[in-house]
């Protein structure tokens, strides 16, 4: 597709249990962003990657959030443990490369945790 | 202290009223988004700049670097152009991420 795409769209698990939130990014963009908006509050940055190398994780909120990026493209963001307060929606973003560069976002994925 | 301030919080307009959206950033920045975010949650980049003004359609985006403000406006507002508008920073301190302020909900009544 044109667009970033993210999957799911919709993720409802239970405490505890551990998610994987997909991200592939506009074909060509070097550079990856994940954010969090949860409800009632902005946006807030995750982490992003150049490539296949994420230069900046300062964002991740706790060490049970990791990210990975696979062939400069698809993008895996991971939630080990999973606990209420990470209710959210997860965004992805895209770009040509890292830095002063228009992002193009996904449709994000809507993460409920019961 | 957020780094990017947006003012107003909400806003309530009729249709075909003039609109300004304030974005205020308390560091320097190399550029600036505006961004669209619909009910649903979807999110569109409207303008990226770093000075003097962009113009799309009805859309017009200022931005004053020596002030360290920017502003959205929407001429002949719509129904349709109900939805968050939210500012973002790629701050100066060569993090190329962005930061966002916590936005604009416009609501247009007909």
């Known amino acids: 597709g044109a667009g970033v795409s993210q999957s799911p769209s919709n993720k409802v698990t239970e405490k505890g249990k551990d998610v994987e939130l997909r991200c592939d990014p506009i074909?060509?963009?070097?550079?990856l962003y994940w954010y969090r908006q949860s409800l009632g509050q902005g946006l807030e940055f995750l982490i992003y990657f150049q490539g296949n190398s994420a230069p900046d994780k300062s964002g991740l909120p706790s060490d049970r959030f990791s990210a990975e990026r696979t062939g400069g493209s698809v993008s895996t963001l991971t939630i080990q443990r999973t606990q209420q307060e990470d209710s959210a929606v997860y965004l992805c973003a895209s770009s040509l490369v890292a830095g002063e560069e228009t992002q193009y976002f996904g449709p994000g994925t809507r993460l409920l945790v019961l | 202290k957020n780094e990017v301030e947006q003012s107003p919080q909400n806003l309530t307009a009729q249709e075909g009223e003039f609109i300004t959206i304030n974005c205020s950033y308390s560091v320097g920045i190399s550029a600036l988004h505006w961004l669209q975010q619909h009910p649903g949650g979807g999110i569109v980049s409207l303008f990226m700049l770093s000075s003097g003004k962009k113009k799309h359609g009805r859309l017009i985006a200022t931005i004053n670097i020596q002030e360290k403000h920017s502003s959205l406006h929407i001429t002949a507002s719509h129904p349709r152009d109900s939805a968050v508008y939210i500012c973002?920073?790629?701050?100066?301190?060569?993090?190329?991420?962005?930061?966002f302020g916590t936005g604009t909900r416009l609501t247009v009544i007909p």
């Open positions: 074909s060509g963009h070097t550079a």
């Open positions: 973002a920073a790629y701050l100066q301190t060569g993090a190329n991420n962005l930061f």
